[in-house]
């Protein structure tokens, strides 16, 4: 595992989720911490800042609850949502498992 300010670590992050070794919430949760709060803009190539912002996107607004989705219709992405971004940051970033 690389420290939370690692930019490895989002890409590490993405692989655990693919592979099925995290919840969509753990995702979302350690994505957060490491994208929004320590990795710096400078640390990225302009490729990953748009990539990683677009994931964070969907990943900042994900909710598991079903209540969620019918109280504030467009509000919230699904799982399936988060799953498909996930699979296209790591398709246009190239990442192997």
């Known amino acids: 595992m690389f420290e939370k300010n690692d930019k490895r670590r989002l890409y590490w992050l993405i692989d655990?989720?693919?592979l099925g070794q995290m919840t969509e919430r753990d995702f979302c949760d350690e994505f957060y911490y490491s994208y929004s709060l320590e990795i710096s803009d400078n640390d990225l190539t302009e490729l990953e800042k748009r990539n990683f912002s677009?994931?964070?996107k969907i990943a900042s607004r994900y909710s598991e609850f079903e209540e969620d989705h019918k109280s504030y219709p467009k509000a919230f992405y699904t799982a399936t949502q988060l799953k498909e971004k996930i699979q296209e940051t790591k398709e246009k970033l190239n990442i192997c498992i």
């Open 54 to 56: 677009e994931l964070d």
């Open 16 to 18: 655990q989720y693919l």
